[in-house]
């Protein structure tokens, strides 16, 4: 693929002695739309954390929109720029509003006027579907309205592509789906790059181009969701499934 707007290849990590990604190799077509699952444990988290340089490889190279990831910091800061981030503990400011929340990163480091930062804001939390709360501080918030300021927060910052890790595994149930029905729309009228690690499955049919499979540090299988869930191929991914369906 050589338009891949995110590309790793042959991608070792280790955290002391333990490798933690083995010989990962992924490319993501612009706009493409990709579920990663795998038991916990397996790498997925430090595999997404490692796009936007929150952790570094140590061999093989990622490619993201063209810059390499080293320890060059203009290029740290030039990917960063790129890449939104939504994690499972939304990491909100706690003492900011969240207009505050979602303006602060467009003032200082799109520097944009007030002005315009909360107008941007505002149309991102209509988006998110809480224009409502903007006054609001974090805390006042349910954790599902948490979430979805997280996501409009990225999406202030204009990213080519948007990385979620585990975005409802935090959540109570009944608040899971207003979540993913974000995400969903998100997905369908953005044609936004995402990558998701996630096990709701719904979300993956309905969305996804693509579902990983990792284990172990490694990729071990991937297909379109269909194909994926209804007739896996590797033994470690059907285990996995009989024990997540
Ligand atoms: P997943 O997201 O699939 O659950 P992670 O990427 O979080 O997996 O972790 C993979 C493995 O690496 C786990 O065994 C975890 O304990 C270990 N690990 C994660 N972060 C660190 C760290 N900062 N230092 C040492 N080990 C870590
Ligand atoms: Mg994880």
Not at 8 to 19: A, E, I, M, R, S
Not at 174 to 192: I, N
Request: glycine share 6%; hydrophobic share 40%; with cysteine.
């Amino acid at each position: 693929m050589s338009d891949a707007i995110i590309r790793l290849q042959d991608v070792n990590k280790w955290y002391g002695q333990f490798h933690v990604l083995r010989h990962v190799n992924l490319e993501v077509a612009p706009g493409e739309r990709i579920v990663i699952c795998g038991p916990s444990g397996s790498g997925k988290s430090t595999m997404i954390r490692c796009i936007n340089r929150l952790e570094e490889h140590q061999q093989g190279q990622i490619i993201v929109d063209g810059t390499e990831l080293t320890n060059d910091l203009k290029q740290i800061e030039t990917i960063r720029k790129d890449v939104g981030m939504v994690f499972q503990h939304f990491n909100l400011f706690p003492h900011l509003t969240v207009l505050q929340n979602l303006t602060l990163g467009p003032m200082w480091v799109l520097k944009k006027s007030r002005a315009e930062a909360e107008a941007t804001a505002m149309k991102y939390l209509e988006r998110v579907r809480i224009p409502d709360q903007a006054n609001k501080f974090p805390g006042q918030l349910s954790g599902g309205q948490q979430q979805r300021v997280a996501i409009a927060r990225s999406l202030c910052m204009h990213p080519k592509i948007m990385l979620f890790d585990e975005p409802t595994s935090a959540l109570d149930p009944e608040m899971v789906k207003e979540v993913l029905d974000v995400m969903v729309t998100l997905a369908e009228e953005s044609g936004m790059t995402m990558l998701c690690v996630t096990h709701e499955m719904g979300f993956a049919r309905k969305v996804a181009d693509r579902v990983i499979f990792m284990d172990r540090g490694e990729i071990i299988e991937q297909n379109t969701p269909d194909a994926f869930f209804d007739s896996p191929q590797n033994e470690r991914t059907k285990l996995f499934l009989s024990q997540i369906l």
